[in-house]
């Protein structure tokens, strides 16, 4: 059974800071894996998706990158801004496509 | 752009009750999904549905859930007898495929 684990729980960064945010799962036969953005009491914003076959994804001030072998991805965000603080969730696609997602990490970026 | 729509966005019923959560998909997707988020877990999977049945499921879903697609556009999650542990955010996604998921904003369900 896949499991997710994200790493940190949670981050607090003063405003411009550079971060990484940690995904690793547990089983590397995996589809594709997709980072999310969820504000409080909010549903889910998909950022970016990594299928299986590719490395590297990014958008804008977001970087995500895949390493099957070792089972980590990572989400890297320049430049943070105080829109950025919500909730970030990583979910793995396995083989019927469906998600398993981390518990995610919570991000407050401070002015 | 296209949006996953959900309603009500807060539903509250007492124990026992039946609920119909409904969504409506993005037109031209396929693949139609219902996941749930307990308060302060991890969003956890209930069940997909492709071509008028369901594909896939978890062992959350349980002879209480029923879905279904009514017409060409909903999308519905029946609970039948609610329980206090059916408390939870409850979120329909769709896809074209093997490709992202589109969530919905989630309707909220509080179980009394």
């Known amino acids: 059974k896949q499991e997710v684990t994200q790493i940190p729980a949670a981050l607090s960064v003063p405003e411009g800071e550079n971060l990484v945010l940690n995904c690793s799962f547990t089983d590397s036969a995996i589809y594709n894996l997709q980072w999310f953005r969820q504000d409080p009491g909010k549903g889910l914003t998909s950022l970016l998706l990594?299928?299986?076959?590719?490395r590297e994804q990014t958008s804008g001030r977001l970087n995500a990158s895949l390493d099957k072998s070792s089972g980590r991805s990572t989400l890297y965000i320049a430049a943070s801004q105080p829109g950025d603080s919500a909730t970030y969730l990583c979910a793995v696609g396995g083989g019927s496509y469906i998600p398993t997602f981390g518990r995610g990490t919570s991000l407050i970026v401070h002015p | 752009e296209p949006e996953v729509t959900q309603t009500p966005s807060h539903q509250v019923t007492q124990m026992g009750q039946e609920v119909i959560l409904r969504c409506v998909p993005i037109?031209?997707?396929?693949?139609f999904y219902w996941y749930r988020q307990i308060l302060g877990q991890k969003v956890e999977f209930l069940v997909s549905?492709?071509?008028?049945?369901?594909?896939?499921k978890s062992e959350i879903f349980d002879d209480q859930f029923s879905v279904e697609r009514p017409d060409g556009s909903n999308f519905t999650l029946k609970i039948r007898s609610t329980k206090l542990e059916d408390s939870a955010m409850y979120f329909c996604?769709?896809?074209?495929?093997?490709?992202?998921?589109?969530f919905g904003p989630g309707t909220r369900l509080t179980v009394t």
């Open positions: 990594i299928q299986s076959s590719q």
């Open positions: 549905f492709y071509n008028n049945e369901i594909s896939e």
């Open positions: 996604a769709s896809n074209l495929g093997p490709t992202e998921q589109y």
């Open positions: 037109s031209n997707h396929l693949y």
